[in-house]
C-alpha cells in the first residue's frame, strides 16, 4: 500500500496529491480501529515554550492529522453580535499574514494540505491534515491562520454573506427552528439561550474591529489543546507546535459564563407551521461531564433512547406502533449546562401520541430503572462499538482534545470500557432516578401538532422578523 501511495505522489505533484491523502486514509482507518488497545501509547509533549500537545505516533500511515481547540466560542459573542465567533471561524483561512485569501488557498491546494475551522457554543476549532514532507509548510500555514487573519474586508462581507444565506434559508426549517426555540426555552437569558451562528440583523452588527478584538481575546496560548496522530517525532512536533503558535498572546481574555441547570421541564411549546410533519425536540437538565455517575447515566440513555434499533423509545414509537422512522436521546455535556435531549419527527395528527409514549417511557425508567437483562445488552455494545471513534487519523487526534476539554486523563481511553464494564443494576437504576426524576420533560414542537394538550401556542416568525 505504502509502495502504491509513493507511486501516486511522484505521478503528479497537485492531483496526485490529493489521491493520496484518500488512499492512505483506508490504510489509516484499517490502523486506528486498535487505537483503544493501545490508548497507553499516548504521548504528552511538552514543548519549550510550555504548550502541550498529546500525540499518537504512527508510522505505518504517510499521514499527520492534528486538532486544535480553543475554549470559549459563541457563549462569549456579545450581546447584540450574536454569530460573531462563527463569523471568526470562517475567516482564518481568507488570508493570512501578507497572503490574500486566493493566495492562501492556492497554497493549501499546491501542498495538498487540508485545513478547515469552526465553531460552538463552547469552542474554537481548527483541523489539519497533510503529508509528511509537506508538515513545516502545513504548520507554517497553520501559525499564520491562527496568529495573523487578515480580516479584509471583502473576505469579511462575503462570509457575512453566506452565513445569512444559511440563516434565511433556515429560517422555517421546522428542525432549526425547533432548536433555536428550545435552546431559547432551556436556558432562558444565558449565552447558550442564543443562536450560535447569529442573526442576519447581528451579524450585519459585526465589526473588522469586533472581530480583531475577538481574535485577541479567545485566541491564546493558554487557552489551546492539542492532538496530533501520525508520522511524527516528538522532538520535531515540539518545534512545530512552538512556531505555529508563537503569533499568540500569552493569556486569553475570556468572560466568566455561569453553569446553570437547563430550565422548563414540565412545559410544552408550539410554533405553528403549515407544513405535513411535526418536528419536535425534548429534554430536560442532564449530567455535567465530571459528574461521578456520568458513566451510569450514560448507559441509562443508551437504553432509553441512545441505542439505534434497540432502545425503548425507538421500540414504543417506531417498531410497535410506526409513529415515526426515527425516535432517540442522547447526553450532552456542555460546559457551562448539561442537557439530556431527544428528537421525533411524526404525522401532525400523531405527535400528541408519540410526546405520550416518550413521556411514559421516561417516567417508567426513572421508576424501575432498566433491567438485568437490558443492561447487559448495553454494556456489551458500548464496549464492542468504541473502538469506531477510532477508525481514522482524524478521528483519533479529535477524541485526543476532547479528552483534554473534559479533562478525563490520558489514560482515559485505556479505562474507558472498564468504567462501562463496572456499572452495576444498582447503580444504573439511581442513576435513571436522578436523571429522569419526575419523568417531566421541556417539549418544543414545530408544525401543527394534534393532542399536545395544555402546549403555550405561537405563530411561525416571519422572515423579517428573524433578521
Known amino acids: 500500500m505504502i509502495a502504491r501511495i509513493a507511486s501516486l505522489f511522484r505521478r503528479s505533484p497537485f492531483s496526485a496529491a490529493k489521491d493520496t491523502i484518500a488512499a492512505i486514509m483506508v490504510t489509516a482507518a484499517t490502523l486506528a480501529v486498535s487505537a483503544p488497545a493501545r490508548g497507553a501509547d499516548i504521548q504528552r509533549v511538552v514543548t519549550p515554550a510550555g504548550a502541550e500537545a498529546w500525540l499518537v505516533q504512527e508510522n505505518a500511515v504517510p499521514l499527520v492529522a492534528v486538532e486544535i481547540a480553543f475554549r470559549g466560542g459563541s457563549a462569549q459573542d456579545p450581546d447584540g453580535k450574536e454569530g460573531l465567533a462563527s463569523l471568526m471561524s470562517t475567516l482564518f483561512d481568507e488570508g ?134 501520525g508520522a511524527i517525532t516528538p522532538e520535531r512536533l515540539k518545534g512545530l507546535v512552538d512556531g505555529a503558535l508563537a503569533g499568540l498572546p500569552e493569556k486569553a481574555g475570556l468572560k466568566q459564563v455561569p453553569t446553570v441547570a ?41 437504553i432509553l433512547g441512545g441505542g439505534t434499533f434497540s432502545s425503548r423509545l425507538f421500540n414504543e414509537v417506531r417498531e410497535k406502533r410506526g409513529l415515526a422512522y426515527s425516535v432517540y436521546s442522547y447526553l450532552q455535556p456542555f460546559d457551562h449546562g448539561g442537557l439530556l435531549l431527544g428528537g421525533v419527527a411524526t404525522r401532525n395528527d400523531r405527535a400528541g401520541q408519540s410526546i405520550d409514549l416518550i413521556r411514559a417511557e421516561f417516567a417508567r425508567m426513572a421508576k424501575d430503572g432498566p433491567t438485568q437483562e437490558e443492561l447487559d445488552s448495553a454494556k456489551r455494545y458500548l464496549i464492542g462499538s468504541y473502538a469506531l471513534r477510532f477508525d481514522t487519523s482524524s478521528k483519533v487526534a479529535n477524541q485526543l482534545v476532547q479528552l483534554q476539554l ?8 485505556t479505562r474507558r470500557n472498564d468504567l462501562v464494564s463496572a456499572v452495576t443494576l444498582d447503580q444504573v437504576k439511581a442513576a435513571a432516578r436522578k436523571l429522569l426524576g419526575d419523568g417531566s420533560l421541556l417539549v418544543v414542537a414545530v408544525g401543527k401538532p394534534a393532542g399536545l394538550d395544555g402546549a403555550e401556542t405561537r405563530p411561525a416568525p416571519q422572515p423579517e422578523a428573524l433578521r
Do not use: W
Open 406 to 413: 473534559d479533562h478525563l486523563g490520558i489514560d482515559y481511553i
Open 96 to 229: 493570512a499574514g501578507e497572503m490574500s485569501a486566493s493566495a492562501f488557498q492556492q497554497r493549501l491546494e499546491e501542498t495538498a494540505i487540508e485545513l478547515s475551522f469552526s465553531s460552538n457554543r463552547d469552542g474554537l476549532t481548527a483541523s489539519l491534515r497533510t503529508l509528511p514532507e509537506n508538515i513545516d509548510e502545513a504548520f507554517r500555514l497553520l501559525g499564520l491562520a491562527l496568529s495573523k487573519p487578515r480580516f479584509d474586508d471583502d473576505a469579511v462581507n462575503r462570509m457575512r454573506g453566506q452565513l445569512s444565506a444559511q440563516i434565511r434559508r433556515n429560517a422555517l426549517d421546522p428542525d432549526d427552528l425547533a432548536g433555536r426555540s428550545f435552546f431559547a426555552a432551556a436556558f432562558p437569558g444565558h449565552p447558550y439561550s442564543r443562536p450560535s451562528r447569529g442573526t442576519v440583523t447581528s451579524l450585519a452588527a459585526v465589526t473588522r474591529d469586533d472581530l480583531v478584538a475577538a481574535h485577541k481575546r479567545l485566541m491564546a496560548r493558554d487557552n489551546v489543546v492539542i492532538g496530533v496522530v
Open 262 to 302: 437547563p430550565a422548563g421541564a414540565g412545559r410544552a411549546e408550539v410554533t405553528e407551521l403549515d407544513v405535513p410533519q411535526t418536528s419536535i425536540i425534548f429534554g430536560r437538565p442532564g449530567p455535567l461531564r465530571d459528574d461521578d455517575d456520568f458513566i451510569a447515566a450514560y448507559v441509562v440513555n443508551h
